[in-house]
């Protein structure tokens, strides 16, 4: 990338010498990426679908401390935070700032209207009025949709092949993030057509699980759908403990709660979506503009099952599912 100290350059010492110059100016480079995050985990670089961004980006030749400066904020669950998260990160003249989460992503489109944006996991861009459209998005974000309206409806037949007799399933989810409302609405659309009735449990922030853990206590859920989003995503443990303790069979939209001991997920493989995040680090670090890059929606799925926690819960997993499923963990 040339800016204008080096094209005037160019055009003083002539046009075969400024190729080189740019060159030069290029190779000692160092640029910033900011990232907008959910949480940083209970252990530091134990995010796969991050270290998977990382990696992706080591591999287009983006080095730490090299090429390479990264800048990390988590709003570790609260969403109130990403503003003053996102002004952070921009006051730090980011070159790129990348945006885990639909709010994360509006954050930063407040932020600034300059600095590119990728987003790496946004429920519906354009009805959250971030883009204008997701073959040209437009202004100063681009990235991966997880617009795909079909997952309500697996998530739920998953539910009933497991659960053949189900009549009644919760749906615990953040009503103050719009993609979460697109998810929701979804699911309500796919339910009639499956035999079920939803019991909608909103939470907002972290210090509304214990009171909607009270009240699903009391009223037990035949069975729950969590959707995956900035505030349960970061109490995605919490969550699965209840689940297990209360002997409530759940499904969810992101492999991170099986991993934590959760008992099935299906949705978008997160690794995959924050590896082609770097390659819309990397175009734009090259000169391309987010506007003119199309937004991406998922392509792959996958189903991971957990059979020591359906032995706890005392369900027997369909042998087919097992065999559908892209992971088992034993």
Same mark, same amino acid.
């Given at each position: 990338?040339?800016?204008?100290r080096?094209?005037?350059?160019?055009?003083?010492?002539?046009?075969?010498?400024?190729?080189?110059?740019?060159?030069?100016?290029?190779?000692?480079? &160092?640029?910033?990426?900011?990232?907008?995050?959910?949480?940083?985990?209970?252990?530091?670089?134990?995010?796969?679908?991050?270290?998977?961004?990382?990696?992706?980006?080591?591999?287009?030749?983006?080095?730490?401390?090299?090429?390479?400066? /990264?800048?990390?904020?988590?709003?570790?669950?609260?969403?109130?935070?990403?503003?003053?998260?996102?002004?952070?990160l921009?006051?730090?003249?980011?070159?790129?700032? &990348?945006? =885990?989460?639909?709010?994360?992503?509006?954050?930063?489109?407040?932020?600034?209207?300059?600095?590119?944006? &990728?987003?790496?996991?946004?429920?519906?861009?354009?009805?959250?009025?971030?883009?204008?459209?997701?073959?040209r998005?437009?202004?100063?974000?681009?990235?991966?949709?997880?617009?795909?309206?079909?997952?309500?409806?697996?998530?739920?037949?998953?539910?009933?092949?497991?659960?053949?007799?189900?009549?009644?399933v919760? #749906?615990?989810?953040?009503?103050?993030?719009?993609?979460?409302?697109?998810?929701?609405? =979804?699911?309500?659309?796919a339910?009639?057509?499956?035999?079920?009735?939803?019991?909608? #449990?909103?939470?907002?922030?972290?210090?509304?699980?214990?009171?909607?853990?009270?009240?699903?206590?009391?009223?037990?859920?035949?069975?729950?759908?969590v959707?995956?989003?900035?505030?349960?995503?970061?109490?995605?443990?919490?969550t699965?403990?209840?689940?297990?303790?209360?002997?409530?069979?759940?499904?969810?939209?992101?492999?991170?709660?099986?991993?934590?001991?959760?008992?099935?997920?299906?949705?978008?493989d997160?690794?995959?979506?924050?590896?082609?995040?770097?390659?819309?680090?990397?175009?734009?670090?090259?000169?391309?503009?987010?506007?003119?890059?199309? &937004? =991406?929606?998922?392509?792959?799925?996958?189903?991971?099952?957990?059979?020591?926690?359906?032995?706890?819960?005392?369900?027997?997993?369909?042998?087919?599912? /097992?065999?559908?499923?892209?992971?088992?963990?034993?």
């Amino acid at each position: 990338m040339m800016n204008r100290r080096t094209f005037l350059c160019g055009l003083t010492l002539g046009t075969l010498s400024a190729p080189l110059a740019a060159e030069a100016q290029q190779a000692g480079k &160092v640029w910033r990426i900011g990232f907008l995050g959910v949480t940083s985990g209970p252990v530091p670089g134990s995010d796969p679908s991050l270290n998977a961004f990382l990696r992706r980006l080591r591999d287009l030749g983006y080095i730490e401390g090299k090429n390479i400066a /990264l800048e990390f904020r988590y709003s570790e669950g609260r969403t109130e935070r990403y503003p003053v998260l996102a002004a952070e990160l921009v006051s730090l003249k980011v070159d790129v700032l &990348v945006a =885990e989460s639909t709010p994360a992503a509006i954050a930063a489109k407040q932020a600034s209207s300059t600095v590119p944006i &990728v987003m790496v996991s946004v429920g519906d861009p354009v009805g959250a009025k971030l883009i204008d459209s997701l073959a040209r998005p437009g202004g100063n974000i681009t990235g991966l949709s997880l617009l795909a309206p079909e997952l309500a409806a697996k998530r739920l037949d998953l539910l009933k092949q497991t659960l053949p007799k189900i009549s009644r399933v919760a #749906v615990l989810w953040n009503s103050a993030n719009e993609g979460m409302r697109l998810r929701f609405r =979804e699911t309500q659309i796919a339910a009639p057509v499956l035999g079920v009735t939803l019991q909608s #449990v909103t939470v907002q922030s972290p210090d509304d699980f214990n009171t909607v853990f009270a009240a699903m206590t009391r009223d037990r859920p035949e069975s729950l759908l969590v959707l995956a989003d900035t505030v349960t995503v970061a109490n995605s443990r919490r969550t699965v403990e209840f689940a297990t303790r209360n002997r409530v069979p759940a499904i969810y939209e992101w492999r991170g709660f099986v991993d934590a001991g959760g008992l099935m997920s299906y949705g978008v493989d997160f690794s995959e979506h924050f590896r082609r995040a770097a390659y819309f680090v990397d175009k734009i670090l090259k000169g391309a503009k987010p506007g003119d890059l199309p &937004v =991406e929606q998922p392509s792959k799925f996958e189903l991971v099952i957990n059979p020591k926690t359906a032995r706890a819960l005392g369900l027997t997993i369909p042998p087919a599912l /097992l065999l559908r499923a892209d992971q088992v963990l034993e």
